[in-house]
Every structure is written in C-alpha cells, then in structure tokens.
C-alpha cells in the first residue's frame, strides 16, 4: 500500500490522464457515429474506417473505453481523497 503522498499525486494524476483519453476516444467515436447518421450515409458507414474482420470488435471496444475511463476517473478521485486524509493527518 502505497503511503507517499508523492507517489499517490503520481498515480491520481496518471489515472486521471487516462481516464480523460479514453473517455474523449468514446466521445470521438460517438460523435463520428452521429456524423455519419446525420450525412444520411448507409448503415454501418461508420464502421467502413476499420478492417472488415476487426468491425464486430467495434462496439465491445467503445463500451470498454467508456468503462475503462469511468473507473480510472473513480480510482483517480479515490487516491486523490487517500493523499488529502495522508497529508490532512500528518
């Protein structure tokens, strides 16, 4: 367990970054998604980018990416609070 508050500014600040990356590739792909529904284009248009045997990975991977920057944000918060108490007791 780790008890500097350096090292847990580290870690927070990095879970941070993260979490902001992959919730703003979430966000990106959202938006191209909506672009290409509002340009009236064929379905699946958004998809044609990708290889045609990495396309069922689609959807599961921006899922993950919004799960995955969710819960980096969460743990960031949380040792964020550890090194407020950590610093608050000393």
């Given at each position: 367990?780790?008890?500097?508050p350096t ?80 610093i608050h007791?000393?």
């Amino acid at each position: 367990m780790v008890t500097s508050p350096t090292t847990l500014r580290r870690l927070y600040i990095l879970l941070y970054i993260f979490g902001t990356i992959s919730l703003l590739v979430a966000v990106c792909a959202l938006f191209w998604i909506a672009y290409c529904i509002l340009i009236g284009a064929e379905p699946l248009a958004a998809l044609v980018l990708l290889p045609e045997n990495t396309r069922i990975f689609a959807l599961p991977a921006l899922l993950i990416s919004m799960l995955a920057g969710g819960a980096a944000w969460n743990k960031g918060a949380k040792l964020q609070q550890r090194e407020k108490d950590l610093i608050h007791r000393r």
